[in-house]
């Protein structure tokens, strides 16, 4: 029975670092730490690996009882690791959904007839227009280096290559839609068979 009880003592150690890790994460990401990160998936990064550490810093200095280096290591990489996955699947997703902006729309158009002609008018209007998203994705491409400007044109760089790389190999494997890396041609805009990003 004490092994099981150890294995117990164990995952209970890891699942509370993980939720403290969390807590941890959810309080700096509301504090002014990186604030000049305009773009929210790097800064929510580096909040993720500072998260992890203080985990590590705590069970480390606790002196209520002594953690070993594999449990501390193992409660610092399970605490980033969620954190990361928390970041991409919910914040980074709210943040740059077009699925989620259609919907706040639908929501703020009930009394309005709408259909796909009037809701792709909405997209261009706002999303396009009024929001500005092609100027902030060029910006963030800037920043993350995989575009630069020559001669007040828009060019990819060498990373910029190496990232589309990636992406298309990475979408041979996982199977997304091919269109978004340039394996497929565009498809005409009355096929609505693509899937909802």
């Given at each position: 029975?004490?092994?099981?009880?150890q294995?117990?003592?164990?995952?209970?150690?890891?699942?509370?670092?993980?939720?403290?890790?969390?807590?941890?994460?959810?309080?700096?990401?509301?504090s002014?730490?990186?604030?000049?990160?305009?773009?929210?998936?790097?800064?929510?990064?580096?909040?993720?690996?500072l998260?992890?550490?203080?985990?590590?810093?705590?069970m480390?200095l606790?002196?209520?009882?002594?953690?070993?280096?594999?449990?501390?290591?193992?409660a610092g990489?399970?605490?980033l690791?969620?954190?990361?996955?928390?970041?991409?699947?919910?914040?980074?997703?709210?943040?740059?959904?077009?699925?989620v902006?259609m919907?706040?729309?639908?929501?703020?158009h009930?009394?309005?007839?709408?259909?796909?002609?009037?809701?792709?008018?909405?997209?261009?209007?706002?999303?396009?227009?009024?929001?500005?998203?092609?100027?902030?994705?060029?910006?963030?491409?800037?920043?993350?280096?995989n575009?630069?400007?020559?001669d007040?044109?828009?060019?990819?760089?060498?990373q910029g290559?190496?990232?589309?790389?990636?992406?298309?190999t990475?979408a041979?494997?996982?199977g997304?839609?091919?269109?978004f890396?340039?394996?497929?041609?565009?498809?005409?805009?009355s096929?609505?068979?693509?899937?909802?990003?």
């Amino acid at each position: 029975m004490r092994p099981i009880k150890q294995l117990f003592s164990l995952l209970l150690t890891l699942a509370l670092a993980v939720a403290a890790g969390f807590l941890v994460y959810v309080g700096l990401t509301r504090s002014p730490l990186f604030a000049g990160i305009s773009i929210l998936f790097y800064r929510g990064l580096l909040l993720c690996a500072l998260s992890a550490m203080l985990v590590m810093a705590a069970m480390a200095l606790w002196r209520r009882r002594r953690f070993d280096l594999a449990t501390i290591i193992a409660a610092g990489a399970l605490t980033l690791s969620f954190n990361i996955c928390f970041l991409i699947v919910l914040p980074v997703t709210l943040d740059r959904s077009i699925s989620v902006f259609m919907l706040t729309q639908i929501e703020q158009h009930q009394t309005e007839a709408l259909d796909e002609r009037r809701i792709t008018e909405i997209f261009v209007q706002k999303y396009v227009g009024d929001m500005r998203q092609m100027d902030r994705r060029i910006a963030e491409q800037t920043a993350s280096g995989n575009v630069t400007m020559v001669d007040g044109n828009i060019r990819l760089t060498a990373q910029g290559h190496r990232f589309l790389a990636l992406s298309r190999t990475l979408a041979r494997l996982f199977g997304t839609d091919p269109r978004f890396v340039g394996l497929a041609p565009a498809a005409p805009a009355s096929d609505a068979s693509a899937p909802a990003h």
